[in-house]
């Protein structure tokens, strides 16, 4: 039955940066793939990203960034992450990143970064493969 | 704190799990509404119905700011469609709800169809019932947006709103069965544009209609213009909502014994139906011929539905 569980992914701008074309194309490949896609749109903090994760139950976190402020927010999201119990959702990247940063990224936790030139089906089959509906709540009486 | 606990104290984290639980039909899903059950009762259902783009989600916004200024706690479920290709979907709702995000007296849950029709999806009954049991006082429920025949939400809320826009059509759409008989509110969007008043009146033939088959003390719809992105509108709108609320509940009437009872027919008779059909498939893989060897049969004319269904029953229910 849980292998039934259809993967919910919320794709989300943080900060000031209104170039979300990028965004919906991957939101679009994802519903294509056969995701659930909750897309926010622009101008998110971290800390709306992160209650709005929570409350759609999301198992991704996608982000999509172009501004160069990915050194603020995605350790930020991370943190909420953490303060909040969620860390088991997974957050991935895409974008503008310089090279140096990515390992930096990777180390506070972001699973995986996906640059400029990047093919849709790269992205989707890597969710596919690393990603992982969570278990069902169940009485615990 | 066991899980029913951490739902009814409205802990966030075990209401956005069930509630997802509840859409992928877990099993043990049912469980725990049915625990939550005995904590249902409290929570006030507006249901938002309308055409694709005529603005329910920003009237949700807008009338969900409105009960928190009254210090009401709010729950929106709001469904958009899923891809009857891929069977994914893009919910967006969200984008005209951002600033309730940091609200903890709102939660907000995007819901796909998932291939039910009628305007909802098969699970939203259940979810309202979940935040019923959460503690929220409101709660919205914004339909997929509709064309003419998804009449579920008058179901399953307390109070139907149907949003409509100027120049929606000509008088003839307004005297058809189905979605615009359903209506308890009906709000006219966009008002500043041209023909506002001419829907008005269109919508107000229409109720003068159907008013005249009516007994004395039942609901006369109310209409509202409304412009949601400016907030114009939103007070009347809040107006009407507690006025059928007071309507349905007002203490010499059965009607909210009625409704209660219409909404729980609806939704025992869902969940009979769901459950028969889910056990009788799981049977028809252990006895004879397969649901794809029955499919063959019926393409070659070996047999029909009609006879397929009778054995079927016949089998089950002996």
């Given amino acids: 039955m849980e292998n039934a569980r259809k993967l919910r992914i919320l794709v989300a701008k943080p900060g000031l940066d209104g170039h979300d074309r990028g965004a919906r194309v991957v939101a679009r490949a994802f519903r294509d793939a056969g995701f659930e896609v909750i897309y926010t749109g622009c101008h998110q903090t971290p800390e709306q990203i992160v209650s709005a994760a929570i409350q759609e139950d999301v198992d991704l976190i996608g982000l999509s960034i172009l501004s160069g402020a990915h050194t603020y927010s995605f350790p930020r999201i991370m943190e909420l992450l953490r303060e909040n119990d969620a860390e088991d959702i997974a957050v991935i990247g895409g974008g503008i990143f310089p090279l140096e940063d990515i390992p930096r990224l990777k180390e506070i936790g972001i699973k995986e970064i996906f640059e400029p030139g990047a093919k849709l089906q790269d992205i989707t089959e890597w969710v596919s493969n690393s990603i992982r509906p969570r278990r069902a709540v169940v009485l615990n009486r | ?318």
């Fill in chain 2, 1 to 318: 704190m066991d899980i029913i606990e951490l739902i009814v104290s409205g802990d966030v984290r075990t209401i956005a799990r069930i509630l997802r639980d509840i859409d992928d039909e877990i099993p043990s899903a049912r469980d725990i509404l049915r625990e939550l059950y005995p904590h249902t009762g409290n929570a006030f259902v507006v249901g938002f119905t309308g055409s694709p783009g005529v603005g329910k989600s920003a009237l949700v916004d807008q009338i969900a700011i409105k009960y928190r200024k009254e210090e009401k706690t709010v729950g929106i479920l709001a469904v958009d469609p899923t891809s009857p290709f891929s069977g994914g979907a893009i919910l967006g709702d969200r984008i005209r709800m951002q600033r309730h995000f940091l609200d903890p007296g709102v939660f907000i849950r995007s819901l796909a169809t998932r291939g039910h029709f009628g305007g909802l999806s098969k699970s939203t009954n259940d979810m309202v019932n979940v935040l019923d049991a959460a503690g929220k006082d409101v709660i919205l429920v914004e339909t997929v947006g509709v064309g003419q025949d998804e009449v579920e939400i008058a179901n399953s809320a307390h109070t139907t709103v149907l949003v409509t826009v100027p120049g929606m059509g000509d008088d003839i759409q307004a005297i058809k069965a189905g979605i615009m008989e359903i209506g308890n509110i009906f709000v006219v969007n966009k008002a500043d544009r041209e023909g506002s008043r001419k829907t008005v009146r269109e919508l107000m033939n229409l109720i003068e209609l159907s008013s005249r088959n009516r007994n004395n003390g039942d609901w006369d719809p109310q209409i509202v213009e409304t412009e949601a992105i400016k907030g114009r509108g939103i007070d009347q709108l809040y107006e009407a909502i507690e006025k059928h609320k007071n309507h349905l509940r007002s203490a010499h009437t059965d009607k909210w014994r009625e409704v209660l009872e219409k909404r729980a027919r609806i939704q025992l008779i869902g969940a009979i139906r769901d459950e028969a059909l889910k056990t009788i498939l799981e049977r028809i893989e252990g006895h004879g011929d397969s649901l794809d060897e029955m499919v063959q049969k019926v393409v070659d004319k070996e047999s029909d539905p009609y006879t397929m269904v009778q054995q079927i029953l016949d089998r089950e229910f002996k």
